[in-house]
């Protein structure tokens, strides 16, 4: 009797260990071995119903899908979270990653090979070069381009503006007025969440509106000392300084995607935020062009701070190859490209698809890429991992935070971005 009710015990207990079904165990059994793992960050409402195209897609052609979610725009806590699995030898099949995270983990040797895949799908032709810069490094595919979106867009509430005759503001100083008429109306004029990623996403189309894009280039992508310290840069700090009157006291810690939601609900009439955010109005039902409209950060037009999600593949056991490749293959067709960012709020990472189904904002967001491509506008951004490696990205986080926080004014936010980002690039 004892003897059997020690076999109970350890047998329950091998269960909980999930032993009889971890991966090796699965892998025998050719009816579950089609699996991917996929970290990603995308938790909002919006984000949770693009990913669920991609995985409904896989799940279609017999690959189940394990999520593996870890909240946080820009993906700060996602890359953490990176980290120790990779460092404790269990990576993920895929992950959802940034520009110079890709390359980052791609010198590190620890990346798959999907060459094979991007020769089948022709993705040389397809994807433009300022993605294919990071979907590729020596020579080799390494992620699969999932979209397209950019940072320096103003998404406003069109009731809001109608009621108070608020025209779409084409400079800073039109901006400001009509933020000025929101504040005096007795709504929140600015919708935010203090989060640092966040305040540096609302910094990538300031800068760029102060200075232009030959300035964003230098200060961002070049990293020039005497750039990062100019009067120019001071100029972005102080608007900087400015915006954050418009913000609500109770900003701090505050998710965007509940930043988004003020706005569609009419508590606030502007946020400054990549096309995400439009994921989440359509999400709630809004009609773009009706409910809801986006308009470049004033003094940006002409110019696009972009970034591009993709889904980078690690180097995994034989068995689980399969499916690696089927969903670098599934991204990469036209028909996931749109049927994904019509949900998303991005554009397609291929330069040969139809913007038909797209609405307004979606046409504009392609016509803007392309021409922005042209003419030597189309920017990396830099809260988004496209314009600098990580530790200058958390450098200017850190800064940016700390001035739209109080802790330095916009004088000293000079003196210790160039210090920081000094510093980072060491
Ligand atoms: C990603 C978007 C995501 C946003 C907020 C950005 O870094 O590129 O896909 O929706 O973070 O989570």
């Excluded at 701070?305 to 036209?334: G, H």
Aim: proline share 3%; net charge positive; glycine share 8%.
């Amino acid at each position: 009797m004892k003897k059997l009710l020690v076999m109970v015990l350890v047998f329950s207990l091998f269960v909980t260990m999930g032993i009889f079904a971890n991966g090796k165990q699965e892998s025998t059994k050719p009816a579950e071995a089609q699996t991917v793992e996929v970290l990603h960050w995308w938790t909002s409402g919006g984000e949770a119903k693009a990913l669920n195209v991609l995985k409904n897609m896989l799940e279609k052609q017999g690959v189940k899908w394990i999520d593996a979610p870890v909240a946080g725009g820009g993906g700060g806590q996602a890359m953490t979270v990176l980290r120790a699995r990779v460092t404790a030898g269990d990576p993920p099949a895929a992950v959802q990653m940034l520009g110079y995270d890709i390359t980052d983990w791609a010198k590190m040797g620890v990346l798959a090979n999907l060459n094979d895949v991007a020769l089948k799908g022709n993705w040389d032709a397809v994807i433009p070069t300022a993605i294919k810069k990071f979907s590729k490094y020596n020579g080799v595919w390494i992620a699969a381009p999932v979209n397209v979106h950019s940072t320096n867009w103003v998404w406003a509430n069109k009731k809001i503006m109608d009621d108070l005759g608020i025209a779409v503001p084409k400079t800073w100083d039109e901006y400001i007025a009509a933020l000025d008429k929101v504040k005096a109306s007795g709504k929140i004029a600015l919708a935010a969440g203090g989060q640092p990623w966040q305040t540096a996403t609302i910094f990538d189309g300031v800068v760029l509106s102060t200075g232009g894009p030959e300035f964003y280039k230098k200060a961002f992508i070049e990293l020039d000392p005497k750039a990062l310290g100019s009067d120019t840069m001071l100029k972005a700090f102080k608007r900087m300084e400015k915006l954050r009157t418009y913000v609500d006291d109770n900003f701090s810690g505050r998710d965007w995607n509940l930043a988004t939601a003020m706005v569609i609900e009419g508590q606030a009439a502007f946020q400054m935020m990549g096309d995400w955010a439009k994921g989440e109005f359509f999400n709630a039902g809004k009609v773009a062009g009706k409910d809801f409209i986006a308009f470049r950060t004033p003094g940006t037009q002409g110019s696009v701070t972009f970034n591009s999600d993709q889904f980078v593949m690690f180097k995994v056991n034989k068995d689980k190859r399969a499916a690696q490749k089927l969903l670098a293959q599934d991204i990469l067709s036209p028909k996931f490209q749109i049927a994904f960012n019509l949900v998303k709020g991005s554009v397609p990472a291929r330069t040969d698809v139809s913007d038909a189904k797209f609405t307004i904002i979606g046409k504009k967001a392609m016509k803007d890429l392309a021409e922005a491509n042209k003419n030597g506008t189309l920017l990396g951004s830099m809260a988004h991992g496209h314009a600098a490696p990580a530790a200058v990205k958390n450098a200017v986080y850190d800064v940016v935070s700390g001035n739209f926080n109080g802790q330095y004014d916009a004088k000293q936010a000079v003196k210790e971005l160039v210090k920081a980002v000094a510093a980072s690039k060491d």
